[in-house]
């Protein structure tokens, strides 16, 4: 990199009187720490940040060089440089180690043990014969960059003419680190929060796949138990799923509705086979039993640590708007708002699937069941949700899974 040629202008430095030079000063100041600012807010990168102070101190400041090194995190001491500007040599051992700042008492060195600004003098730069700044003497001022009172690196400026940094200069360059120490703790936090929120999607997309993968194991294991419910859950849970969409169902609700649309039968495994499969018309008795399929699901499901209230919508999702339904004779608003949804996505698809003792009654007979009871069985707001999806959206229960169930 060419030799800055941008002198500072100080105390000292020209012929103007005492007043100009404060005014001149006071000016450069002010532009530096304008751009300053505008680097904090314009930077997103560490790396973008570290470069353009450097450059501001080299091209602004007027200075020779400038690098700036951070403490290993390792423990053993080590200033690492992470960026530089001005006069450049790969040959420049700008790392020191703990031991060998000790022994030299230089001003990182007493910067780490003080953390105040130390100010050193004939600073000999020169790494061999080659190097550009052929063994000059520097003045330096080094200034520490600290973050909640702990110093994490350095900030190194070196300059040309003896007693630059004065008292005025010396606040200067100290607002300048301190803008880098914040700009720099700024980035690494919100790179650390953007780090956890990742790897926190990360867990709850692997804990959400886990309960999935649960939720179906218990979908399977009704299924396989019952062939009349194979794919009967999983057509009700997507039904119910894009009612819930079509309702503005915030996405966490509509989440939860289609696990429960998933596993609201699951109760069923306690009811015994041979009523399950009975092809003719049901007991008391018999038909006492399969009402109690919610409450027996309640049990199984309510142990689990679901992030939504799936346990009763399974419970009340025979629930009905007049109170006629089972297991609990709810009514209004003691159901559910995803329970209401389940109850018509759940006589839509059983109304539209083959039972033992009757053929498929289709769609335009369970479109009917909902419209005939709006309001008194079923909730206006889902039954013409349901109705707009079938007739104005073109929605379609999916045939290939379309297998006996009974309800």
């Not at 400038?66 to 420049?92: Q, R």
Request: aromatic letters at 6%; charged letters at 30%.
């Amino acid at each position: 990199m060419a030799k800055n040629t941008n002198k500072c202008h100080l105390p000292g430095w020209s012929g103007e009187s005492n007043l100009r030079q404060d005014l001149t000063r006071s000016r450069r100041a002010l532009r530096i720490i304008r751009k300053c600012n505008r680097i904090l807010v314009n930077c997103r990168e560490e790396k973008d940040l570290l470069h353009q102070m450097c450059e501001l101190i080299v091209n602004e400041a007027g200075y020779p060089f400038v690098w700036v090194g951070f403490l290993s995190e390792e423990g053993d001491k080590i200033i690492s440089p992470a960026a530089e500007g001005g006069l450049s040599d790969k040959n420049l051992n700008l790392g020191k180690t703990w031991k060998e700042m000790k022994r030299k008492e230089g001003a990182i060195n007493e910067v780490l043990r003080s953390s105040q600004a130390v100010i050193k003098e004939n600073i000999d730069l020169g790494g061999d014969s080659t190097s550009p700044i052929d063994r000059k003497s520097y003045e330096l001022l080094c200034l520490p960059l600290t973050s909640s009172g702990r110093i994490f690196g350095v900030m190194n400026v070196y300059a040309e003419n003896p007693g630059v940094f004065d008292e005025k200069e010396r606040e200067l360059l100290r607002e300048i680190s301190e803008s880098l120490a914040y700009g720099v703790t700024a980035i690494r936090t919100v790179t650390e929060q953007l780090d956890i929120e990742k790897e926190l999607k990360q867990t709850i997309g692997k804990l959400q796949g886990s309960m999935e993968g649960a939720i179906q194991a218990l979908a399977v294991t009704i299924e396989m138990r019952d062939p009349y419910t194979a794919g009967h859950q999983r057509r009700v849970a997507k039904l119910a799923g894009t009612l819930g969409k079509e309702m503005g169902l915030s996405s966490k609700k509509n989440e939860g509705l289609k696990m429960a649309g998933l596993v609201h039968d699951i109760g069923k495994i306690y009811v015994p086979v041979e009523i399950l499969t009975n092809p003719g018309i049901l007991s008391e008795f018999e038909y006492k039993v399969i009402k109690a399929h919610p409450r027996y699901g309640y049990d199984i499901t309510r142990e689990i640590d679901w992030p939504w209230p799936v346990s009763q919508m399974i419970l009340q999702h025979h629930e009905r708007l007049n109170g006629s339904g089972y297991p609990l004779g709810l009514s209004g608003e003691e159901i559910m708002e995803e329970s209401k949804i389940l109850s018509v996505a759940d006589v839509v698809e059983a109304m539209s699937s083959h039972r033992p003792y009757r053929a498929n009654l289709g769609i335009e007979a369970a479109l009917e069941e909902i419209k005939s009871n709006k309001g008194t069985i079923y909730d206006p707001q889902v039954v013409e949700a349901c109705i707009h999806l079938f007739e104005k959206k073109g929605y379609q229960l999916d045939e290939e899974e379309s297998i006996p169930y009974v309800n």
